[in-house]
């Protein structure tokens, strides 16, 4: 991996001295294409494209993002498993340092250009802890008046434009709306249509190109699949509905879809061109310009900093694991007759509500995210739970529908509370990846005496596999571990826990607060319903709709592989297998966190290092794996044989992320569940209680 980092150094090191005379280079003197469309909030998908197109390619620029990704790339845990990803996750397999190559010596006409060919190869990457986020041209979110679904009507499942589409798109306002009357395009007839083609290809086709080369974020395919479609979540600690990758991609590449479609009311087959319309999500700008210096432009929340610079000691940071979803900033609500009429249970103020279901026996927790107040959500979930506990509530639904993860610990305690303090250590055993620079960032803390207060590098971030704490001192990742995947050597530091318990501010309970027989887990997602595979009755239940990341998707795991979890799965193709979970990683580091670990560690002069980037971006990485809870001495089928290596334990491991774990139960939507939570969590009470 090193040949391509150095040979992009030497590049780096003989333009950076130009750059502060870029300004009159990347702004040429033309006409403006940007002050066509300053200080609109909607405009067509062209015109934003010419904006983002008027800034030529830059080569200074290219090496310094593309030295940047390839360091970063260092840390990424799963690098080697992308030579060869085992089935059902083949789709993923890249060689990621040839591509880079590729796009170092591809010609580009715009700087666009360039960052979307980047933007495009690491979404495909399919896993969202790994993403190359330039906020430049990520500003624009693409709609169509024509969000897509997937239910079953009379047995027979099929795509159809969403029957809330006019109610949910009318809360964008005249801005949104006005324009469609203005190019007098009826957009409201389509509402509830049957979609027979898209793009003239068969609708399931085409949402299989639509998961596979624009939505990202999911290793399995299946789960992308369901993000496609537009679907219920909690943003901004209110239900929400996401467009969906179809209708609501990141960017302004397509102007129009095709659908060739029956309206509702009607059994005549019609073609109809659907316009896009671009959301601008930005800052505010004039011109070309102050759109450049705005949001293109590098600024002092981009890069790191030393933290032992600062004059009083930080909080201690804690450890998410979550995806970025870009359209949040501008969520749409829920149309309010989709919105549960039950009243909520104490505790849902925040990213989970709660409710108890007309039957009066049914609880049900809708864990929107593992994110938000640190300490009110520990409190939701206790509030929530006294609040079952006091109405007699028997028996508690987990719904985890479109959770991008959050604070590992939140996941954690949300574990432990339900299982009891008694299980023991309620997370995965953990590691790093012990590239080069990560083994010289260790031993710089413990020299510098850093803690855990300014790095999660150091030593006093974990504990040791039988729960003693580790001190700063220690240093867990010299000498390696070695490891091997698909014939490289990529060794690792030693296994370790998570400190997770410190920071609980609720205490647990010593034993479930509920019959862990009557708690369902569920991810809505679809297709036909699988035999249940035993009459055992098994302990813990959730439902949603696989797109369950980060956080979210290791709690899910946790339940399936500790307590042997009912899940239920709604949505997606129908005959096309769909895991429970998205991408489970560990730990995500931020650009801005891995530039922080590095230059408090003293080391941004050092060989290694990336440099700081020029332009507003973020490279994200999942930086720390987590293993399995299966035993450790027996690898899970033959088909992720080739990812497994001996340790010094004798032992034998394999990354969750790349465990296939399909749900028990799998639903289709209908027209009675689709974008409808109590009716659904009604239904899913019926079945899995």
């Not at 991408?583 to 080391?603: C, F, R, S, Y």
Request: glycine residues 6%; hydrophobic residues 40%.
């Amino acid at each position: 991996m090193m040949p391509f980092s150095v040979r992009l150094t030497a590049v780096f090191v003989t333009v950076s001295c130009c750059l502060p005379r870029l300004a009159g280079a990347i702004f040429p003197s033309a006409a403006d294409p940007c002050v066509k469309i300053a200080r609109k909030p909607f405009v067509p998908p062209t015109d934003a494209l010419a904006c983002l197109k008027a800034f030529p390619f830059n080569e200074t620029l290219r090496q310094n993002v593309l030295t940047n990704v390839a360091r970063v790339f260092d840390f990424f845990t799963f690098e080697d498993y992308y030579l060869n990803s085992p089935p059902p996750f083949q789709e993923s397999t890249v060689d990621i340092r040839a591509t880079l190559s590729r796009i170092n010596s591809t010609r580009y006409k715009t700087d666009y250009d360039f960052n979307k060919a980047l933007f495009d190869f690491i979404t495909q990457l399919n896993d969202g802890h790994t993403r190359w986020f330039p906020d430049c041209y990520t500003s624009f979110q693409n709609i169509l008046p024509a969000p897509v679904i997937t239910i079953e009507e009379n047995g027979v499942q099929g795509v159809y434009v969403a029957f809330d589409s006019v109610e949910f798109l009318s809360q964008l306002g005249p801005d949104f709306t006005g324009y469609f009357d203005s190019i007098d395009f009826d957009w409201k007839r389509l509402q509830g249509a049957k979609v027979l083609k898209i793009e003239g290809k068969d609708p399931y086709v085409y949402v299989d190109q639509i998961a596979k080369t624009v939505s990202g974020n999911y290793l399995d395919h299946g789960v992308r699949v369901n993000s496609v479609f537009t679907s219920y979540r909690i943003s901004g600690n209110r239900f929400s509905q996401r467009l969906g990758d179809l209708a609501g991609p990141t960017g302004v590449t397509q102007k129009s879809l095709t659908f060739k479609l029956i309206t509702a009311n009607s059994t005549k087959a019609e073609t109809v061109e659907v316009p896009f319309l671009a959301n601008y999500l930005g800052a505010p700008f004039t011109d070309k310009s102050s759109f450049w210096a705005l949001n293109c432009a590098a600024n002092d929340q981009t890069n790191g900093r030393d933290l032992k610079t600062l004059r009083t000691k930080p909080a201690r940071r804690l450890a998410r694991a979550e995806i970025i979803d870009k359209s949040k900033p501008s969520a749409i609500n829920l149309p309010p007759r989709f919105v549960p009429n039950i009243p909520p249970v104490a505790g849902s103020g925040g990213v989970i509500k709660s409710f108890i279901l007309p039957d009066k026996k049914t609880g049900v927790m809708f864990v929107g995210s593992f994110g938000g107040n640190f300490n009110g959500f520990q409190s939701d979930v206790a509030s929530a739970v006294r609040s079952f506990q006091t109405a007699g509530v028997t028996q508690l639904l987990i719904d985890l529908t479109n959770n991008g993860g959050g604070f590992v610990c939140l996941g954690h305690f949300l574990h432990q509370y339900l299982a009891g303090s008694n299980i023991g250590y309620p997370g995965f055993v953990s590691s790093v990846r012990a590239n080069p620079l990560a083994q010289k960032i260790v031993a710089a803390d413990i020299a510098l005496g850093v803690d855990s207060s300014l790095s999660f590098y150091t030593g006093d971030n974990h504990a040791f596999l039988n729960g003693t704490l580790t001190p700063k001192t220690f240093n867990y990742i010299t000498p390696p571990l070695p490891f091997v995947v698909n014939g490289r050597q990529d060794p690792t530091s030693q296994r370790f826990h998570d400190t997770c318990e410190l920071f609980f501010s609720q205490p647990i309970p010593k034993t479930p607060p509920f019959d862990l027989s009557k708690v369902a887990i569920g991810e809505l997602s679809a297709s036909s319903i699988p035999k249940y595979i035993s009459d055992q009755q098994v302990p813990l239940n959730t439902v949603n709709n696989g797109n369950c990341a980060s956080t979210c998707a290791m709690f899910s795991t946790l339940m399936n592989e500790r307590h042997n979890t009912k899940i239920a799965v709604f949505g997606g193709k129908p005959g096309e297998k769909m895991e429970f979970k998205g991408m489970a990683g560990n730990q995500v580091l931020e650009w801005a966190d891995l530039d922080t670990e590095i230059k408090t560690a003293g080391l941004k002069s050092d060989p290694l290092a990336p440099p700081d980037l020029l332009v507003s971006g973020n490279f994200r990485h999942n930086w720390r794996t987590a293993w399995s809870f299966f035993d450790e001495n027996r690898p899970i089928g033959n088909r992720v044989t080739f990812m497994f290596t001996k340790l010094p334990s004798d032992k034998l491991c394999h990354s969750t992320a790349y465990v296939s774990e399909l749900p028990r139960f799998r639903f289709p939507y209908t027209k009675d569940t689709y974008n409808n939570p109590q009716n659904l969590w009604t239904f899913v009470a019926s079945k899995l209680f």
